[in-house]
């Protein structure tokens, strides 16, 4: 069973990780989230959900308003291949989330390590982060060095590239 809200967020506090969320009604694209700015300071994130041929998967957690040439970034993430969107099937089977909820935050359920997790550059220039705690309810606060802290926590090893153009 993929963690709950609640226990992203006792993991959250077993790493001196302070956070903060706000609640709101369900966002499913950028689009619906942008309605919140003002509300919500920092980076607002994009998340791609990503798999080459070979079965190799990939988050690459993006500003929400990063622009990512997908028919090259095989190239600077290390995929066998060209990319494609995972199956929603895979993205609860390794992250614990459904299509619209897809958040760095995932990490926490992809317990065997299978998704190489890339953090763009650009967004982790913010002070803060802002992404989805599993759930598109909500959207929870996170300082930049305690985001790496937690991607290291959940056993991947965060790779900050230059994705967005």
Do not use: C, W
């Not at 790493?15 to 694209?29: D, E, K, Q």
């Not at 080459?52 to 090259?72: H, I, M, P, R, S």
């Not at 997790?117 to 606060?141: F, W, Y």
């Amino acid at each position: 069973m993929p963690k709950t809200e609640a226990e992203l967020n006792a993991f959250f506090a077993d790493l001196g990780i302070a956070v903060s969320t706000v609640r709101h009604a369900p966002l499913f694209t950028v689009a619906d989230s942008q309605a919140l700015r003002g509300e919500i300071h920092g980076g607002h994130t994009k998340n791609l959900f990503l798999k080459d041929k070979k079965d190799n998967y990939f988050l690459v957690t993006v500003g929400e308003e990063a622009v990512v040439d997908l028919k090259q970034i095989h190239h600077l993430i290390g995929a066998a291949s060209r990319v494609s969107f995972g199956k929603p099937e895979m993205l609860m089977e390794l992250l614990g989330v459904i299509p619209g909820a897809v958040t760095v935050f995932g990490l926490i359920n992809d317990t065997g390590g299978k998704v190489k997790a890339v953090l763009d550059q650009e967004l982790m220039s913010h002070d803060v982060i802002n992404g989805h705690p599993l759930t598109n309810e909500a959207t929870t606060s996170i300082a930049a060095p305690d985001l790496i802290r937690f991607v290291e926590a959940t056993g991947h090893d965060p790779v900050i590239l230059k994705v967005s153009a």
